[in-house]
């Protein structure tokens, strides 16, 4: 599919791109949208409480659909099976990008509770692996093979990882061969990096998006990023980097502990997040000790519940 918004009816432009062509329209009637992956009827008016109301249509800058809202739920077909879903987003070549099962508007009356309510157990296949969840969003690279799982945070998951079996929340990310390139721990895991073990854990991802998570991996297997609380990072004869702390949401006189983020290719040590740090791994030895917070660090929870 690679289908232009000149090609559907009732259009007005709503918004530009700095060169003047438009970035999104609204449709004021029903369009219907066939492709290779379904027939997709995009949302035009509001039908029923709990779903998100949206009809503009977002563009790609040559013209091409990028993504939008269905009047109703429709069936996409994707490498990973046929799975119904509320929303939908393309490259600019027409290839499929990410599907939504469930797009709801979360407000005082429409919880997230209510929301995960209505999600259904989707089974994921890859080639590589295989596990059943509830999932906010799925990508997919322009070939169609699997990019990306982002999970309820509700979910758990256990698979074999390069880490070992791991439990995993969030979201994680695959090589388009289908091998796991990331994953949100859900628990610490113990990681082998090239300056020793590593307790890998972030007690707040942001669950946004499992394109990106707190443990990566090269294509090999090996450990290419890490986030951790647990330890701190002493340069031999020169700095010290630790997890950092940032003030509590809800409780002024509590602090939340912010991962230390550390990565690694074949020559060099990354550390830090706003400001970035660059060691050769040659030229600089390295000691790993412990970090404690002053919270459990499996209990932090942004929500106003402590």
């Given at each position: ?24 329209i ?17 949302q ?18 040559n013209?091409?659909?990028k ?20 929303a ?38 890859n ?63 113990k990681?082998?990096t ?9 007690p ?33 004869g ?20 912010v ?48």
């Open positions: 599919m690679c289908i232009s918004y000149h090609d559907l009816d009732e259009v007005a432009a709503v918004g530009y791109f700095d060169d003047g062509s438009p970035s999104e609204s449709i004021a009637s029903e369009n219907l949208i066939v492709s290779e992956y379904g027939m997709f009827i995009p035009y008016c509001p039908w029923e409480d709990g779903r998100r109301y949206e009809s503009v249509i977002r563009l790609h800058r013209g091409k659909l993504s939008f809202t269905m009047q109703h739920r429709a069936k996409v077909k994707t490498s990973i099976g046929t799975i119904e879903c509320d939908i987003s393309f490259y600019d070549d027409g290839s499929l990008n990410r599907i939504f099962p469930l797009n709801g508007k979360l407000s005082g009356y429409w919880s997230e509770a209510m929301e995960y309510a209505l999600a259904e157990d989707i089974l994921v296949n080639g590589n692996y295989s596990f059943s969840a509830k999932i906010i969003s799925a990508a997919f690279y322009p070939s169609g093979n699997l990019k990306s799982v982002t999970l309820w945070p509700e979910e758990r998951i256990i698979l074999d990882t390069p880490a070992g079996k791991c439990q995993i929340r969030t979201g994680l990310s695959f090589y388009e061969d289908g091998r796991i390139k990331s994953f949100e721990p859900a628990v610490p895991v990681v082998s090239p300056i020793g073990i590593i307790s890998a854990f972030n707040d991802p942001d669950g946004i998006c499992g394109d990106v998570n707190s443990l990566e991996f090269t294509p090999a297997g090996k450990v290419k990023k890490v986030s951790t609380v647990s330890e701190k990072v002493v340069v031999v020169g700095e010290e980097f630790l997890p950092g702390e940032r003030r509590n949401l809800c409780f002024d006189t509590i602090t939340d502990p991962p230390l983020r550390i990565a690694f290719d074949d020559v060099h040590l990354f550390l830090g997040s706003q400001e970035l740090f660059v060691y050769k791994l040659d030229d600089f030895s390295f000691e790993l000790l412990p970090y404690r917070h002053q919270r459990n660090i499996e209990a932090v929870k942004y929500a106003c519940n402590h």
